[in-house]
């Protein structure tokens, strides 16, 4: 969260550090709590997917009420940043942004709006196979690959639902990471010695 905090403003602040540290906490429970409930017993991953995307749903919710009583306003470059009208959303449905959000957004920094936390988070949670990185029998403990994947989607993201970026990277990258730090792992030696004793 310190790290994401530099990236995204450029320099410590306590009320940005507190929100990406609850986020992240937040986000990743919606993964590994329902990774760990079903690993094992689902061979359709249908059901997990619709239930990551409600958690999804869930953690923007969060998101926004942090963001609104912590009156945070997220810097934007309008330079290097999709612009909130450009999004598919925007373009091919027709689906049109908050004025005011256009207007912050030219202006450097903007709230978190409820309809983008919660599409945002919802559509990066069924997206990816999070539960994936929560598996006891995964490949390695913590995967720089993975990491940089769900940070790639996180940023893409935004072409199809605008969120201020590189916010959405940061956050995907940091689930990522904390997800597969904090989630039980054995070893392919481990199981490689269970299988050889027929256990």
């Known amino acids: 969260a310190i790290l994401g905090c ?6 410590f602040a306590l009320a940005p550090y507190l929100w990406l540290a609850m986020v992240i906490t937040g986000g990743s429970w919606a993964v590994m709590i329902p990774a760990k409930l079903t690993e094992g017993h689902l061979e359709d991953h249908t059901p997990l997917r619709c239930g990551m995307m409600v958690a999804g749903a869930v953690l923007g919710l969060w998101a926004w009420g942090l963001a609104d009583t912590l009156v945070l306003q997220f810097a934007v470059s309008p330079d290097d940043s999709v612009l909130p009208a450009e999004t598919f959303t925007a373009d091919v449905l027709g689906m049109t942004t908050d004025a005011n959000i256009v207007q912050q957004f030219q202006q450097g920094a903007v709230p978190l709006p409820l309809s983008v936390a919660t599409a945002y988070f919802a559509f990066l949670f069924v997206l990816l196979r999070w539960w994936r990185l929560a598996e006891y029998a995964r490949p390695v403990r913590v995967s720089l690959w993975s990491v940089l994947v769900c940070a790639g989607t996180g940023y893409l993201l935004t072409w199809v639902w605008w969120f201020p970026q590189p916010l959405g ?19 392919p030696s481990r199981r490689l010695a269970l299988a050889e004793t027929g256990a």
């Open 6 to 11: 530099l990236l995204v403003n450029q320099q």
């Open 169 to 187: 990277a940061v956050l995907a990258a940091s689930m990522a990471f904390a997800v597969q730090l904090a989630s039980p792992w054995m070893p």
